[in-house]
């Protein structure tokens, strides 16, 4: 199995709502990220996680938050977004603190934000 | 600070032909260099990629070049198919100690046309 899964793959919500983003990988890496992507923009780095442990927050807001409960999977918690947080949400894997490293990308959610 | 810059947003190229894809970067730490593509409504999907020490790195269709004095790598696709139409994003690795740190360029839209 050479997938990384994201689910769901829309997500509509309003700024009171509290919801989850899935991602689950079976390639045996031990890093997995969270990326942001807006229209017409590259992906941008959210949160890195190395062997299970939060090691990269690129200053994102407290209203994201991560958590990676084992190696195969990564979650982002929202709460009380933005509608401006409306955007791609992609998850992507590799291998952990490896000098050349791979990623390897989820199909993305799609996150509305009303 | 756009630290990976791809200055043309766009590419048209007939079949058969050669396609040719520009990257900059401004940031001497960057050690691994990546090239994606993404389709619509899908994650980017890793095509080839070219480490600081080396110069060329080929793979069936795709070709990397990497000029480290000026900075600047190139994607080369020959013969260039219609399902070669894409976004492409290069992409700039950085290990840290807290992990691979990786910074897109903006995409050139390739259209292969028939």
């Known amino acids: 199995d050479t997938e990384v899964t994201q689910t769901p793959k829309h997500l509509v919500m309003g700024m009171t709502n509290k919801k989850s983003l899935k991602c689950e990988q079976h390639?045996?890496?031990?890093?997995m990220y969270w990326y942001k992507q807006k229209a017409k923009k590259p992906p941008e780095l959210m949160f890195v996680?190395?062997?299970?442990?939060?090691?990269i927050n690129e200053s994102v807001p407290s209203r994201f938050s991560p958590e990676c409960p084992n190696s195969s999977l990564l979650n982002l918690h929202l709460h009380a977004l933005q509608p401006e947080d409306s955007a791609l949400y992609l998850c992507?894997?590799?291998?952990?603190?490896?000098?050349?490293?791979?990623?390897?990308f989820g199909p993305g959610t799609r996150l509305t934000v009303l | 600070d756009q630290q990976v810059k791809q200055n043309s947003p766009s590419l048209s190229v007939q079949e058969g032909r050669i396609s040719i894809l520009n990257c900059d970067y401004t940031?001497?730490?960057?050690?691994?260099f990546l090239w994606y593509k993404k389709y619509p409504a899908e994650g980017p999907t890793f095509l080839i990629s070219?480490?600081?020490?080396?110069d060329k790195n080929e793979d069936g269709r795709f070709t990397v070049f990497l000029n480290k004095s000026a900075k600047h790598l190139s994607l080369h696709i020959v013969p260039s198919q219609p399902g070669d139409s894409a976004v492409y994003f290069c992409?700039?690795?950085?290990?840290?100690?807290?992990?691979?740190?990786?910074?897109f360029g903006t995409g050139t839209q390739l259209k292969v046309e028939l």
């Open positions: 070219i480490s600081s020490i080396k």
């Open positions: 996680y190395s062997y299970e442990k939060l090691s």
């Open positions: 992507a894997s590799g291998p952990a603190l490896a000098l050349y490293n791979e990623q390897f």
């Open positions: 940031n001497s730490m960057f050690d691994y």
């Open positions: 992409a700039a690795s950085v290990l840290t100690g807290g992990g691979n740190k990786l910074t």
């Open positions: 390639m045996g890496h031990r890093a």
